[in-house]
């Protein structure tokens, strides 16, 4: 019996709670991936606010209190000089209808597909107006407006505009000069030009969907149903695991409990625990987006965009606390069961 007891803890210990917390890890975060929420919600959300922030952005990147290079903050007051603000710019080109037409609409028509509420067709994100916005003459107008408030380039200005103008898209900065007007505008036109030719007319989200043999299909709600399927693995081992631990009902029930109970709460700690430290970190600035890959200015949009990063730890982490919390409360419902399953058994003897 001892040898059993302690085989059977071992296949627990060893085999049946790395499983059950990687199996709750996995559910959480397929969960909160596949979600209407974290797929076509959170886009609509950002959406909505990136005009202003693009305003904010601008605005910011002209203050020397906040970028410091002057190269980035001649481009930009260059710019504002124009009488263009970002959300003029986009809405005179179109873009900002497309964005809260189009765009959105898409956006809200793929999240009632994922939760059923209407039936699985092809849907098909349009990117023609945004190639039109990108080439409209009102974009042409504020890139020559802005060209017009530099002054002329030195040697080393000249030099890097036709490095510029012979190879195209460069990894260093252009500066903040004019070697001539039509020179300049044709580079950088014929470069914006070279770019938006590459991007997709459209970006198919689902396609050939024709032969799906059911009206509607929630997908969210299949797929995360069918991960749940995941814990039957984890359950087997602490069944088989408990089996060879002890022969009484009681036993079973207890030994099943506390080794679910084993499994969940440090996941359910660590989620915890990631969950909130990430948001302190992102919420009260600690976290710092200053890296190689990261300019001053660059870290400067990151961190106007904070809020993002916040919205995408939060829906992915919650999730994961809240199948944590489902397995403990049924570990502890089967300790509890363990125990009223002894006190039914010593009843019936007497």
Request: aromatic share 8%.
């Amino acid at each position: 019996m001892t040898l059993r007891k302690i085989l059977g803890a071992l296949l627990i210990v060893l085999i049946g709670l790395p499983v059950l917390f990687g199996m709750i890890w996995a559910v959480g975060l397929v969960k909160a991936s596949v979600s209407s929420e974290f797929l076509t919600e959170l886009p609509r959300e950002i959406i909505a606010v990136l005009p202003d922030k693009a305003d904010e952005i601008f605005k910011a990147a002209q203050d020397e209190t906040i970028v410091s290079d002057p190269d980035t903050r001649a481009w930009f007051q260059a710019a504002a000089k124009t009488g263009f603000s970002p959300r003029d710019l986009m809405d005179k080109t179109g873009l900002l209808a497309w964005m809260r037409g189009g765009l959105s609409d898409s956006l809200r028509q793929v999240g009632e597909v994922l939760r059923g509420e209407t039936p699985l067709r092809s849907i098909s994100i349009s990117l023609r107006p945004l190639k039109d916005a990108l080439l409209h003459p009102e974009m042409d107008r504020f890139l020559e407006e802005t060209l017009k408030n530099l002054p002329p380039c030195d040697d080393k200005g000249l030099k890097a505009w036709q490095d510029f103008a012979t190879w195209g898209e460069t990894h260093r900065k252009l500066p903040p000069c004019v070697p001539d007007l039509a020179v300049a505008k044709a580079a950088l036109l014929s470069e914006r030009t070279r770019a938006v030719r590459n991007l997709d007319d459209h970006v198919e989200i689902f396609e050939d969907v024709r032969p799906f043999p059911f009206h509607r299909f929630g997908f969210t709600r299949v797929v995360t149903l069918l991960s749940y399927l995941l814990f039957l693995l984890p359950t087997l081992i602490i069944f088989l695991g408990s089996l060879l631990g002890t022969s009484s009902r009681a036993g079973l029930l207890r030994w099943s409990g506390v080794s679910v109970l084993a499994g969940s709460l440090p996941a359910l700690l660590l989620a915890l625990g990631i969950k909130h430290f990430s948001l302190w970190a992102l919420e009260g600035g600690l976290f710092t987006w200053r890296s190689h890959w990261a300019t001053e200015f660059g870290e400067m949009v990151l961190d106007k965009l904070r809020w993002i990063p916040i919205r995408i730890v939060d829906q992915l982490f919650s999730p994961v606390v809240g199948v944590a919390a489902v397995v403990a409360v049924v570990g502890v419902v089967l300790v509890a069961l363990s125990y009223s399953v002894r006190q039914n058994v010593g009843a019936a003897k007497s």
